[in-house]
């Protein structure tokens, strides 16, 4: 019997309606699996907060997160009331930098009754994995503006790469791909226009790429690579990105897979030094909060992702992880669905569908 | 009778199969409109050109080009030989900058009988023009490494926003949508993310959408827009987006809409203290070239734009670029066509049958 705790943090938005979902379903997870999840409720980390108290997040939020083993994330951003740089940095952004969480791992696949936005695809066309590096990159603060609120006004902003960062992201996806059944990593790029930092990403790719000669890879701009998912998705196995590169193609990736309502992520500490960060890749929806309509099933895989994480890749967590993901494709097939999969399904309902299914 | 000096640049790849067909269309557009064109064919900015010279281009390039009124332009690349970084920035992108070209304007169109990689569209559903800034933001070549080939390797890249040179890329957007029926301009950002220039880059669109009024705006993250031009491309009128961001959906456009081979694009200096270059969107494809089975109409719909810019959208240049669009339409329908379009025609056969067609 194994035994986590894992900080919930609904957020904001439709953050706060699939989170509960979520929950449903990794509770009756695991109890068919012998997985104990002991949940830490936190309201912090939402623009609620910070209109309550000038911050998203308390001054000792690491303290108070010391011995979580995971943290299952809604969605942060109102920009009605807060800009979303300042939501988005005093909270995700600063759990992925702060906890070293450099992986962002996204798949994105075609399910069965799923509309897909693709004309002629069929369930299985598209399986791909987007692994994002997620803590550095053009994701900076960091820069100026000189003549401000002039006509002469310059700003600047400054990306930045580590070969610490890079290497690692890289090496990750190719370890990835090498126990996938199509061995096969595209590397975006932008190296023919931004100048300095991509040419030196295709030089750390190409160097990576040797110590996996079981491994086969190719580069794409980024511009060309956003054609290809639309017009060829079907050629993508592994793909590997920047901070922003990743961001685009995540969002990308799943609307080619019909909604980004199904979308998971996962953004990793491999080395489990800090806890790990799961939530889905839709935000929080401000358009259709407050209706209970929200596609619940980003935040139910990342659950599943959680889970199969915590346990390691074996064992209950895998098994679990697995089931999960039976379930929520038989209630794809089946209903309930919810709007964006052309339903009239609550999001409670697609829970609730989705904890019965297991 | 209006005559106009052009230099005609095939540059490298299917760019050299592309240009006869979009000079065959223009001559034969020039006979039927009385427009003159005399052509100055160049062979330099080409990657052959490089590796004899060790250049992209002539030291003397500006003044041999000192008296054209535009620039015919196929592709640049040839990535075997030449990195992209060194063959782009040495031709493509300085003219760009240089000659001031800080509109790139790139129309995407779904069209009869072509197609659609997404599902249940039909021509007339998409209709967007994307407004691209040209000279500045992400592309630069600025920055550099610090610890070099080290483990500790640093990578800085600069991005450089003035507001000079947004505003007048809003000012442009905002001015084409005001001429539009659906009067709307999409505003493309990442200001949750690249913390420094674009939520700056936000408040120069707020100021900007205030001159008018009688246009109607959102802002919306590259990544979320992205999602969007495959699951509601219907909603688009006018984009306006950085540098890169523009690059980005200015080929995820034209994919939805069917092919890359359709797309052309205007590089302009509007104010025509420079000349302007007009060149397919699609680059030089070396995986095609040589066998003559490129699309030439994203070529020869960039000569059409090229000939309506030069006649300042009057008389026989917005006559003979409206007879173009109509030629193609008719072509796309009934055929011949490439293999992108499902077809078996060359090249030249595409561009002959466009040309009898006017
Ligand atoms: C070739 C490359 C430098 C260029 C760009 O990124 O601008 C191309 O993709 C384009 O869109 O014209
Ligand atoms: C909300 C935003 C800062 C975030 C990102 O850009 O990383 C989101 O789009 C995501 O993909 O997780």
Known sequence: DSSFKIAVIPGDGIGKEVIPEGLRVLDRAGELFGIT????????????????????????????????????FGAVGWPETVPDHISLWGSLLKFRREFDQYINLRPARLFDGVPCPLAGRAAGDIDMLIVRENTEGEYTAVGGTMFEGTEREVVMQQSVFTRHGTDRVLRFAFEQARQRARKHVTVATKSNGVAVSMPWWDGRAAEMAQQFPEVAWDKQHIDALCARFVLQPQRFDVVVASNLFGDIISDLGPACTGTLGLAPSANLNPERRFPSLFEPVHGSAPDIYGKNIANPIGAIWSGALMLDFLGEGEGAGRRAHDAILVAIQKVLKDGPRTGDLGGKASTTEMGQAIAAAL
Do not use: F, N, R
């Open 37 to 72: 999840l002991e949940y830490q409720h936190i309201e912090w980390a939402s623009c609620d907060y910070y209109l309550q108290t000038g911050k998203m997040m308390p001054d000792d939020w690491k303290a108070q997160l010391a011995d979580v083993d995971a943290i299952y």
